[in-house]
C-alpha cells in the first residue's frame, strides 16, 4: 500500500469508528499501515524518538462505545480500556479495593499526562507500571476480535502469549477486569472493618523506582502482598515485577516456595536470592541489571522484613 | 532568613510577573509575522565526516521552498565563537559533531521545510570519532583543527609542591568526574528574523548579549553593525546556554536572500544535538596537609572535554583552573588543566562557568583531608582560609569584604549543621535508610576577569512623555532582572514604579552595557544608577526650578514628581517637568567591570562567598539519595532585590541537585543518547521538595565602593560537594562521580544478607 508514507508531508488518516467490530475491521484491512490509538502519549514519545515510524492510518479508539466507563460485575471491577488514568486514580472503589493499582498509576508519568493516557495503553504498551499490580489482583483483560468480545484472558497469559508473539495484532482489549478479592478479608480490611477478625498480619505494598522521584520512567517495579496467619506461616503471598523493558511477571517459583512456610527472618536471605534468580530485568544505558535485579530483590525482601516487623511488634518472636 | 515575610514591603510583584504567570507574555519565539517563512537547518548525519558534496538542487527544486542555503552562500566570516571565531556557519569540507549546520532552508510552511531538508543530498565520508579527550590526545588522533587538538591550557604554580609533599603527614587523592549537563532552558533556541528597508535587518531573537550578537552577525553577513537590530528579551531561560549564537546566522542569512521575515524555533531534540552543555570534566587532585591540619602542598589537573569548537572553553577552564585552587591559602600549587576538542557535543558557558566541576572536587579533598586528620571538616576549612586581607586564589589582590569568615560562621552556627553531630539513629525509619550531613565552601569570582574588555553603562532620561526611561544592555533571562532595576530605582532613586519606563534587550535604544553573564548585571545596574543619581537628579531639580520659578535648594525628586522639601508638597509632575523643558534631561555612563591589579588572565576582583549545608537520606535498597533540607549562608554584599536573591539561590541549587543526582547528556561515538526531556531527567518538584533556608550576609566592610556582588551563579556550586560530603556520613562512601550511581550505594546487608555491600 502506502510504504512511502511520509509524514512530514503527508497527513495521517485519523479513523474514528463507532464501535470496536468496525475498529477491529480497520486494523485488519490496514494491518501495519493502521495503529490504534488510544490517548496517544506513548506513540508520541515514540514517534518523536524515532523508535517507532509514524503510520498512514490512525484508528481512534476514544469515541469506541463503551470502553470510557468503569463498574462493578459480580463483586469485580471492569475498567474500560480507554479509561484515562487520571480517571482510575480519582476512582474511588478501584483505589479502595485494589490499592496498589492505584498507586502505581498515582506515580505513573505526570498528571497532564495521567488525564490523557489510558489504562488500557498502559496495558497494551506490555511494559506499562501499572501492570505489575494488575498481575498481584490476577487481573483478566477481555478482548474483540472479529467475532466480537472474546472470552476474558488472564493477564499473565496475555504477557506470555504476547512475548511469544502468539497474538492477532490486530485485536483490541476492551475491558480490564480485575476480580473480587478472593482473600474477603482484603476486601474487609480495605473497606476498614477487620477489627474483629483474629490477629492477622498482611502487607500490600507497590514501589515503582526511576531515576528521579516523579515523572520517571521505573527502572523496577515491584508489587507485594502478603500475610501471617495465626500459625506464624506465609499466606496469600503474591509478588509481582516490572520496570524498563522488563517483562512484567509473577514470581511464581518465590511465590509457591513462601507459601505456606513458616514466617521467619531466616527466610529472608533466600527471598534475596531467589528473585535475583527469578528477576529478568534488561539493562540500559541508565541502568545495569545487575542494579535492576538487586533494587528488587531488596525491595521485595524489605516489604516481608517490614511485614515480619508487625509480628515482632504484636509480640511474636523478637526480630533482628 | 531571607522570606517572603522576612523581607516586608522589599518583596515585590515583579514587572513581568503577572503576564508569566498567566501565559499571556509573548517570547520572541512566540512571534510570527504576515506571509513569514519557516527556517530548519539540516544538522550533521555523522559526528565526524568529510563532506564530499552536497547537492541542494532536489530541495531548491521543491514547490515552497524559497531558499537553501549552504556555505557558499555566506557573503562575510563563515565562522562565529564568542572568543574565538572557529564554529562554521556552515560546513565547508567537514562536520565535527552532530549538531553541524551543513545547509538551512526557507519554505512556507513548516513541513515543506522540513521534507526539503530530507531532499538535501550530502556524501559524508565518516572519519574516526574521538569521543574522550584522552583519545584525542593520543599520538595518532585525527585532528580536529589545524592547531591541533587542545584547545588550551591553564597552568598555576606556586611553591614546590614535590618538595611540599613531602612534607605532608597526611595526603590525600582522587578523581572526580563531572557530567554533561544540559541547561534546559523552557524556550528552546530560535526568533523571528525580518529584512527591512535599506537593508536593515531585524532580529528578535533571544541572547544573553545583544551587542555581541550584533557584532557577530555582521562579520557573518558582511555588513556594518549598526545596520542590524538585535531585540533579544524576553528569553525564556539561559543560564549561559543562549551567550554564544545559535539559529541566529541561519535566520539572519534566510532573511536577507529571501527578503521575507523567517521564524526559526527548534525542536527539543535540535536544541539537544546543536545546543552547549556544561565541560564534562575530570579532575585529579592530590592534597596534602601536615600533622596540624595546615595544607602544604595541592595538585590538581583538569581534563576537560569541549566538544568540536572553542566558544568559550578557554575562558571556563581559566575559571575552573582559579577555582580549583580555590578559597585555601595551600603552601604549594601545582595546577594544570587542559581542555580538549573532541567529537561530542558542544560545551561552553553555563551558570557556574566551570566553578561548579571545580567546587565539587576541591571541597571533596577538603572533606577527604579533614577525615585522614580526624578533624572537624568544617574547622579544617577555617584554618586554611585565605587570609582576609584581600588574597585572591592566584594571591592576586581581591576587594576584601570579609565574607568567607561570615559564611563559615553561619554555617557552623546553623541548625542544619549543628544536626550533625547528633542525628538521630534510625529513629522510626527502617535500618536500610540512612541519613548524613555535609556542608561545603564557596568563593566565587564575579565579572569577566583581567584582561577580557568587561565594558558596562546605563542611561536615564526623562521622556517626553514624563517618563524616566533607564536603558540598560542587560537582558531579562527570568532572572528578575527587571524587577531588581526597577527595585533599584525605587529604594535608591525614590522613584515609583509608575514613574519609570525600563528598557533592555534592544541595540538600537540601549547602552553598552556588557553581557548579561558572569554573576555581573546586578552589581553593574547599581554602579551605574549609583553614578548617575547625582548628575541626573541634579539636572531634573534645575529644570524644575528653573520651570517653577523656585530655588533648587528647596527641590527634590521623589514618587511621581519634583516635590519641596519643606512644604512635602509636589511641585511638579514628571510629566509638567518633561513637557517644560527645553533640552531632554538625560544622564550617561560608562566604565568598566573592577579588575584585580595582576598580570594573571582571567583572574577575579570581586568574589561572592557561601556556605551550603545539606541534610540528605540514602535508601540503601535503591541507592537513591533524597535531599531533605539545605541551608545556605550567602555573603555578597546588600540584597537588592529579595525575590530574586533568593530564587536565584533555589533555583540554582535546584540545579546543582540535577548535577548531582540525575542529570547527565549521555554520549555514544558522539551521538547523544539523552535526545529529550524523556531520558535527560531534570528535578522536578517532587524532588525539590525539602525546605530551603538562605541566610544573605549583607554587611561590607566600611569604604567598600563596590556595592552588591553578583548571586546568579553561586548558588549552583556548593550543593553537589554538600551532598557528597553527607552521603559520605550517612553510608560511608565517597561520592566520585556525577551524577550519584545508586548502584555504589546499595547495600543489602540490612536484610541478613552478608558481603553485600559495595
Redesign the interface.
Known sequence: MDATF?P??SAPTVWHPADAREAYLLKRRFGQQADYVAGGTLLR?EW??GTRSISPHWIDLQRVTGLREVFMQAGGLCIGSQVTLGTCRRHPSLASLYPLVGEAIRSTA?SSVRNVATLGGNVCSGVGDVLPALLLYDAELEWQDEHGPMAPLPLTEWLELRAADALDPNRILLTIKLPARADATGIQQASGSDNGLPSLLRIAVYHK?G???????SL?TTAVSAEIDAAGCFRQVKIATGGGKAKPARLGALEAWLEGSKAD??R??DV?ERVMEEYRPAGD????E??RR??A???I??DL??LLQQTASEGGETLC | MLSRSSSGTRWRVRPDGPDKVTGQLKYLTDMSAPDMLYGRVLRAAHPHAAIRSVRTERALALPGVEAVLTWKDVPGLNRFGIARADQPVFCEDRVRYTGDAVAAVAAATP??A??AL?LIEVDYEPLRVLTEPEEALAEGAPQLHQDGNLLHRSEYRRGDADEAFGMCAHIVEATYRTPRQMHTYMETEGGLFVPGEEGRLTVYSPTQHGLMDRLQLSRILAVPPESIRVVSSPIGGSFGGKDELNVQPYGALLARVTGKPVKIHQSR?ESVRAGLKRHPMTIHMKTGADASGRILAHQVRVLADTGPYATLGAEVLNFATEHAVGSYAFGAVDAVSISVFTNNGMSGEFRGFGGNQALFALEGQMDRLAEALSMDPWEFRRINLLPADGTGPFGQPISATGGALKVWNALGESRLWREREHLTESGNR?P?IQTGVGAAFVMHGAGLGYGIPDPSGGRLLLAQDGKVEVAFGFEECGQGLLATLEQMLVEMYGLDASDLRLVIGDTDAVPDSGSSTASRATSMMWQALKRMQKPFTERLLAAAAEAASVSVECLRIGNGGIYDIYTQKRVMTYQELAAAGKDPIRAETSFAYPVSPTARIGAHYLYSYAAVCVRIEVN?????I?LLDQFHAVAAGPVMNPQGYLGQIEGGSGMALGFT??EDA?M?EGIY?T??L??Y?I?????L?GPVEVLPIEDLPEGDEHGPRGIGEIGSVGLAPAIAAAVRQATGIWLEKLPAN??LL?D?S????KG?TV
Do not use: C, H
Not at chain 1, 531515576?211 to 520512567?217: D, L, M, N, Q, W
Not at chain 1, 544505558?285 to 545495569?288: C, E, H, L, Q, V
Not at chain 2, 540490612?750 to 544478607?753: N, P, S, T
Open positions: 511520509n512530514v508531508m514519545t518523536e524518538a505526570a523506582v531515576r528521579r522521584e516523579a515523572f520517571s520512567p523496577v527472618l531466616s529472608l536471605p534475596y544505558i541508565f541502568a545495569g545487575s542494579y538487586k533494587t530483590a531488596s525491595l525482601t524489605a522484613w517490614q | 513541513e515543506v522540513e521534507y530530507q531534540m527502617p536500610w540503601r535498597l535503591t541507592g537513591r533524597r543526582l540525575s549521555v555514544e543518547k535526545g529529550n524523556d531520558t531527567l528535578p522536578t518538584a517532587a524532588d521538595a545508586p548502584a546499595q543489602a540490612f536484610l541478613g544478607r553485600e
